[in-house]
């Protein structure tokens, strides 16, 4: 968009715009800003009507100490890392082969396997819950790490991205590779997948993101405690133990969203490709 | 474009191969296509396993009277749907998803239109707003739905009290049947809002400088002019894709319900993926939940096709 050279940082354009974005930007933030606010408020303040964002007297320590300590808070977050990283592993080890094989190789059934992905591609997960919980049911895996890792071992996205990647290597770098005497297996590890880092960081974090976030299945698939990620397990402990006790309930709250902003705000420009990415598919 | 092996020139004049060569040639023709096979096999597998023979299943047991734990069951043909489509509160789910998403898509792409170009229309702190504005999209919505609680609470919430500082009428937000789907779109739009406006960030990148040095050539020196002649009409495809996905996430509401309503008070906030949770799996009534299940598949492929024929249109357009 050309900026005529009136518009400097001092214009009147530039502080309109300035001036509704922050609001704009302010608004959003409410409820984070909300939220911390009351995980640091000691009940007195809390069920006083008031404004302040900072408490009278500061109750963080007593309301992180009882989220964490209440509920199984790190338990929660430890399950969450488990399962995002198993989920990824597999996601990444299962897909990148099989993309190799559609980007570079040619083989009888290719077209179909192509089309059994797209296909996979616009099935929403939660009408597969049903089955999966009975498959999972039938083999006796309900209720463990790999009830809620077993549905997601492959992406059909996965497969679909880095294909699309794959397809921009040259041939000439796997006619080298195989000269040099790679296996196939090795080109999609040592070759391939190096190249394609780029793709297979913004699809680890769409994954990462995702599965850190979610609660359907989650929510079918694990009863234990011991066992539940942390939306499923914030839930838990709202329903069970908080109730209205709003400043623990808040301070496990902020735990919860905590590592993904921050991550975030470290990489802002690689979640952004990464969860886009999921919309281009 | 593929790399395997040529099948070998077959050029007239070389006579020189013998049988030995091209057996030796078919059989390495047929290691390659064992190795594609053993590359692409486990995927292929589990595609099957996790995707195909689900989604088939699910059409299966939406034609008996299955209930999960029961060891019988019989077909029913068609009666699980009947009984859906004659539920209320199957009948109150659909129309509240569909009233959501009707308040939830134009919100969204209105506001996320609308940061995006203020974002794009200077160069000053670009990155900062637009992490701000995508902040809820990628944020923990479970965890934000419980401070979304406790935002709107009756008594202690800030909604309730600035709305009291300022003399207005205030509610019981998410207990009061006539404001609780209004507010859970809010809160739809509030989460979705960044998401829509990176995807116009990046529309908005794609139109070239040219179009709009044409433009002001051709006097359009406002930048209202520039808006309506070129940046609207150039984003209309993104426009359309920023459409479906969001319908398409709107569709798929199910944290905000499970945490903050549970499709109350009465049906007032059930939405389809809640009804299908709960009635396969709260009332393992699976037959019927299956049924719900196939009817929102239906809907979300039906969306997809939409979204499959717009993106070709865009290949084609540009």
Known sequence: ????????????????????????????????????????????????????????????????????????????????????????????????????????????????????????????????????????????????????????????????????????????????????????????????????????????????????NSLFWPLIAVRDQSLMPPPLGIMAFKNEEAGNDYGPLMAASTVVVAPLIIAFIAAQRWFVEGLTAGSTK | MTVASPTAPQEAGIRTDTAAARRALRNQRIAEVLSAWSLAGPALVLLVVLFFLPVLSVFAIALTDWQFGASTLSFVGLANFREVVADQGFRASLANTLLYVVIVVPGTIVLGLAIALLIESGKSCRAFYRAIHFLPFMATLTA????????????????????????????NWLRDENTVLPILAMIGIWQNLGY???????????????????????????????????????????????????????????????????????????????TLYRESFEYLRTGYGASVAVVFLFIVVALTLVQARVMDKRVHYQ
């Open chain 1, 1 to 212: 968009m050309s900026i005529s050279a009136t518009h400097g940082l001092g214009s009147p354009a530039a502080i309109t715009r300035h001036a509704i974005l922050l609001i704009t930007g302010a608004v959003i933030l409410v409820p984070f800003v909300w939220m911390i606010s009351l995980s640091i408020k000691p009940p007195g303040e809390i069920f006083r009507a008031s404004f302040s964002f900072w408490p009278e007297h500061f109750f963080g320590i007593e309301n992180y100490t009882r989220a964490l300590t209440e509920a199984p808070l790190p338990q929660y977050m430890l399950n969450g890392v488990i399962v995002c990283g198993l989920i990824v592993v597999a996601q990444v080890a299962v897909c990148a082969p099989a993309a190799y094989a559609l980007a570079k190789l040619d083989f009888p059934g290719k077209n179909l396997m192509f089309a059994l992905v797209l296909v996979a591609l616009i099935l929403p997960h939660e009408v597969l819950s049903l089955p999966l919980f009975i498959l999972g049911y039938q083999i006796g895996i309900l209720n463990t790490y790999a009830a809620l890792i077993f549905p997601y071992v492959v992406s059909p996205f996965g497969i679909f991205l880095f294909r699309q990647f794959f397809k921009t290597i040259p041939d000439d770098v796997v006619h080298a590779a195989r000269l040099d005497g790679l296996s196939e297996l090795a080109i999609v590890w040592r070759i391939m997948v190096p190249m394609s880092l780029p793709a297979i960081i913004a699809f680890g974090i769409f994954s990462v993101v995702g599965h850190w």
């Open chain 2, 144 to 171: 934000m739905a419980i401070a979304w609680e406790a935002l709107l609470h009756p008594t202690i919430g800030l909604v309730n009290q600035t709305l009291a500082g300022l003399g207005l009428p205030s509610a």
């Open chain 2, 196 to 274: 829509a406006m990176v995807l116009f960030l990046a529309g908005l990148k794609a139109i070239p400088q040219d179009f709009y040095d044409a433009a002001d050539i051709d006097g359009a020196d406002l930048w209202f002019d520039r808006l309506r002649t070129v940046t609207l009409p150039m984003l209309g495809p993104v426009a359309m894709f920023v459409f479906i996905v969001v319908a398409l996430k709107a569709f798929e509401t199910f944290d905000t319900v499970q945490v903050l309503t549970q499709g109350g008070p009465g049906h007032a906030s059930e939405m389809l993926l809640y």
